[in-house]
């Protein structure tokens, strides 16, 4: 993903931009990273999005698979804000972190 795309995207839920954007592996291109719909006082989205293989993948929720996206938070867990792991939309690996 190009660092301009994140002047266009927006979140598909609520509408909100710009993403906060966290990049784990980049080259000339983000190829790994996470896009984070910012929450505002009146509301909290929390929905994440990833970024695999430079495809920023803005799915609603109705469409995203749990098995995929819990295995991208798992794969950067290390990388990725706490309030996402805990707490993030639609999936999250809170069961996980109690352990």
Do not use: H
């Not at 000339?28 to 909290?44: A, H, Q, R, T, Y």
């Not at 430079?54 to 109705?62: F, Q």
Request: hydrophobic residues 35%; proline residues 8%.
């Amino acid at each position: 993903m190009k660092r301009r795309l994140l002047d266009l995207l927006a979140c598909p839920i609520d509408k909100d931009y710009p993403l906060k954007l966290y990049v784990f592996e980049e080259k000339d291109e983000i190829i790994s990273g996470l896009l984070v719909c910012p929450s505002k006082k009146d509301k909290k989205c929390k929905r994440w999005y990833p970024i695999i293989d430079e495809i920023p993948c803005l799915l609603p929720d109705e469409l995203r698979e749990e098995k995929e996206d819990k295995a991208f938070l798992r794969k950067w867990k290390d990388k990725i804000p706490k309030t996402i792991l805990r707490q993030g939309k639609p999936f999250n690996l809170a069961d996980e972190m109690k352990k």
